[in-house]
């Protein structure tokens, strides 16, 4: 059996790493660990955005061309 392995600086990994952050955080008693954590987050939290801008960025692009395709074999 093979594990599957996700890259570390793949969309995929840091939607994991948000969702695990904040969990972790609602449970985290320690205040210093708490601030920790939100520090963490907010990083992963901004990479993702960038991430998903581009992936939104490709999707609108990928959309448009495909209009174009379909518009020009009519």
Do not use: G
Request: glycine share 0%.
């Amino acid at each position: 059996m093979t594990a599957k392995v996700i890259p570390s600086h793949s969309i995929k990994m840091f939607r994991y790493r948000v969702q695990f952050l904040a969990k972790d955080l609602w449970k985290e008693k320690n205040p210093v660990c708490r601030m920790n954590l939100a520090l963490q987050l907010a990083d992963a939290a901004t990479t993702l955005a960038r991430l998903e801008v581009e992936e939104a960025q490709k999707f609108q692009q990928q959309s448009a061309s495909d209009l174009v395709s379909d518009s020009t074999e009519a």
